[in-house]
């Protein structure tokens, strides 16, 4: 049923809007290949819809990697050199394509969370 993300801000209890977002699909021999890239819209989510549709999810690994530290220079947030955060990469599998695979992330420049969302 897909893929999508949801990005939300918790230092500024906002959605990220403006934030870059890479897709990787990833294989065990360490290879990777990027599906897309996207900028979050206002709702901190992708502009078009889910990152994978409906049908086109396949078993296997992915990588999404979230460019924090951008987005919160761009926010203005004064962060120490080397920030605490840069790019924030999850790893995860898809074990079955039938279903709906959401993975947001909860974000401040200093720590994040994610979880497997509906």
Known sequence: MGLSTHVLDTANGCPAA??????????????????????????????????????ALTKGTYRLVFEVKAYFERKG???????????????????????????????SPWSYSTYRGS
């Open 18 to 55: 403006g934030m870059s977002v890479a897709l990787w699909a990833t294989s065990s021999d360490g290879t990777s290949r990027l599906i897309r890239e996207i900028v979050l819209n206002e709702d901190g989510r992708s502009p078009e819809g889910p990152l994978i549709g409906d049908g």
């Open 77 to 107: 947030v004064q962060l120490p050199e080397p920030a605490f955060l840069d790019k924030v990469s999850l790893d995860f599998g898809v074990a079955d394509p039938d279903d709906h695979y959401h993975v947001p992330l909860l974000v």
